[in-house]
């Protein structure tokens, strides 16, 4: 058995649990322990079991409640040592343990394997969660697909994937000319459309479903995200995550 829920995800605060009956993982911390714990207990899933935290770079949308959430669940936090440095100091957690991208970490009784990918960080990092022949992929934060987010994203169960901004909104939104340039640029964020070609080519059989996630306040809405992806629900099931509260529990 394994639970899978976005506790928190949007272009505000990620931070994504993966666990079995024994062991958990979080994966980013861009929210306060308070509302970990409120958020957790509104689903039924239990802190105690998080083994440790994983960050996937140094944006304050992913690490901002790390220093504070580690202290508290006395837990060890998995850092490249790049995105470390790059942190802000008073956001760097007390005890890092330093990896390197590339790297497979063994969490409680989770496996979780750690790749580069293209986003204008210092040292980006995404995760693929395994458990007994499951797999869940974290996927956010992409400016392009490359052969990691394609390679891990097709044995993947269960995908959270970044699925940001809307082409037409970002371009005829409020954003200054270089933030439209930076979201859109190859290190970046991926819309709607490119979230649904990358599904489209590259999910496996096995997919069961994908949550939307990290979606841009002011480029997107929920609807247009999934309206979307609607080709493809024949295929898997297409949820959506939420910056104010948790989704849905998945169960693999
Ligand atoms: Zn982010
Ligand atoms: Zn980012």
């Known amino acids: 058995m394994l639970e899978v829920c976005a506790i928190a995800s949007g272009s505000n605060a990620n931070c994504y649990y993966v666990g079995n009956s024994n062991s958990a993982v979080l994966i980013d911390a861009g929210i306060s322990h308070r509302q970990l714990i409120k958020r957790m207990n509104e689903r ?4 105690g079991k998080i083994k440790a935290v994983f960050i ?15 202290k508290k669940l006395n837990v060890p936090v998995y850092i490249t040592a790049k995105t470390y440095m ?6 760097q957690p007390d005890n890092p343990r330093f990896f390197e991208a590339g790297d497979t970490i063994e969490a409680g009784e989770l496996r979780v394997h750690t790749f580069l990918k293209n986003h204008d960080a210092s040292e980006p990092c995404s995760f693929r969660v395994e458990y007994n022949g499951k797999n869940v992929g974290i996927l956010t934060d ?18 959270f994937l970044e699925s940001n901004y809307d082409e037409n909104m970002l371009q005829n939104g409020s954003y200054p000319y270089f933030l439209k340039e930076r979201v859109a640029s190859s290190q970046g964020h991926l819309s709607n459309v490119q979230a ?5 080519k590259h999910a496996g059989e096995h997919l069961k479903c994908v ?9 997107n ?13 024949y295929r898997f099931d297409v ?3 939420f910056r104010t509260g948790p989704a849905e529990v998945c169960v693999l």
């Open 142 to 159: 992409i400016g392009e697909p490359c052969n990691n987010v394609t390679s891990h994203l097709s044995l993947c169960n269960v995908l």
């Open 56 to 70: 996937s770079h140094e944006h304050s949308d992913h690490i901002r409640g790390v220093r504070v959430l580690s």
């Open 44 to 47: 039924g899933l239990d802190s």
């Open 196 to 200: 649904f070609e990358l599904l489209d």
């Open 86 to 91: 790059a942190s802000y100091k008073n956001m």
């Open 211 to 219: 949550f939307l996630s990290h979606l841009s306040a002011d480029n």
């Open 221 to 233: 809405t929920p609807e247009l995200a999934l309206e979307t992806h609607s080709p493809l629900m």
């Open 239 to 241: 949820k959506l995550t």
